[in-house]
Structures are given as structure tokens and as C-alpha cells.
């Protein structure tokens, strides 16, 4: 499903995670008042909290400006959106906030062209859920002991979900147990996910060919209604 900063840092978005009157051909990232340090930005967009589908576009900053690279139909946690701070594990929300994109995985090979760092799925690739392991939000090859399989992620069984797809940084850096873990940007199935933020397989090997580690790109994930804060992972 699925480090800026040492703490989190709450800033609020302009109007909105996006906006509620923005001037005529002002680029979505332009209204934010966070965007990270870098030069690239996903922007994953519901239309309210409780919204299963929605919008993913990437973004690079050009002369002080965002222009859009790319965007794709998008869709969220069957339960919809919640506040990274206040999500609970188990819930199939998604969690909103602007988060790093620690490096990406997939059981395909990565897309020619790609230079982010990629980890190719092994059969003995896992991802640990279980809070009371040490290896909590972690991937982890083989599975560890103190990590109970019926609470843990068989990566390769994951099959096209998991061809291709972006760790997003929520819970990561900073682990929380009981919050969440697992949560990726992957390849759209046929319905909402337990929390991730998937896209067309397409979309994903475009995201991948156009991410690059000097553009330090983050994703932002929220909705058009607001205003909302966005919490810095």
C-alpha cells in the first residue's frame, strides 16, 4: 500500500492544498506555501476528504515558475484522505501531507532512461506492517523474525500493482507505530487502494523516467477543498 526535515513542520496552504481563487493560470504548486527544497514535486489532488479518485501531476521548477511535466487520473484509499498526523494503521485512508520519495521499487525492471534509485523485487523482499518489529515500515529481504507474515507486505505478490512504484516518505523517517506503513505511489488496480496513491503503469514509468535525484522531488497529497495544513515529513 504503503529527510527534510528532523521534526515535522505544519505550514499552512494558500487557500487550500490548492486554492480556492486562484489567479487566472497560476500553476497549482504556486499557491502553496510548501513545496520542499527541491526543484521537482508530484501533487496527488482529491476533490475532498472523503474522495477515492483524483488527479496526480508532476512538476518541475523552471526560471521560478512550476510547469507541469505530466499529469494522470489518480486514486486514493477506499476510506478516502486523512491528516498524516491522525491517520491510524488499517484504516485504507490515504494520508495527506508533503512527503519525500525515499527511492523506488518495482518487480519489473526499471523503465530504460531511469537514473532514481531503484530496488528490483526479489522473492524474498517483504515490507514489514508489524508494529511490534523492529523492522516497522521498513523493506526488509528476508522477512525477519520478529516480523509476523500476516503482518507484512509480500512485495512479488503484489504483482502489476507493485510493476512499478515510489516509496512515499509517510511514516518513514520519523516512525510512528500504529500509524501506517506500506504506503507507495504504484500502479493503478481496479479500485481504490488501502492507502497508497496509484496511477496507470503508463503514468508511473513517465514519473520514473522524469525523477531525478538532483531535483530532490517530494509529493504532496490533498485535497481541492480547504484551507488544510500540510504537515513536512
Known sequence: MRPVVAAAVSVLVCASLLGAAPAEGTALPDRMADTGPG?????AVAPEAGSTTGTVTWWDRRDGRW??????????????????AARKQG?????????????????????PGTTYKYRPVRED????????????????????????AQEAEHLMSYGPL???ALVIGFNY????RGRGAAIFLHVRGNGPTAGCVSVPED????????????????IAVGTESGPIAITRY
Request: charged residues 20%; contains cysteine; aromatic residues 10%.
Open 39 to 43: 526543484s521537482q514535486l508530484i501533487t
Open 67 to 84: 510547469v507541469s511535466a505530466g499529469s494522470a487520473p489518480a486514486r486514493f484509499g477506499a476510506n478516502g484522505l486523512v491528516e498524516g
Open 91 to 111: 484504516t485504507n485512508t490515504t494520508p495527506t501531507g508533503l512527503f519525500t520519495l525515499p527511492y523506488a521499487f518495482g518487480i519489473k525492471a526499471a523503465p
Open 125 to 148: 523482499s517483504w515490507w514489514c506492517q508489524d508494529v511490534d518489529s523492529r523492522s516497522y515500515n521498513r523493506w526488509t529481504e528476508p522477512r525477519p523474525a520478529d516480523c509476523r
Open 162 to 164: 507493485y510493476a512499478h
Open 173 to 176: 523517517h520519523k516512525r510512528v
Open 203 to 218: 503514468a508511473m514509468r513517465r514519473i520514473l523516467l522524469w525523477a531525478k535525484a538532483r531535483g530532490r522531488p517530494h
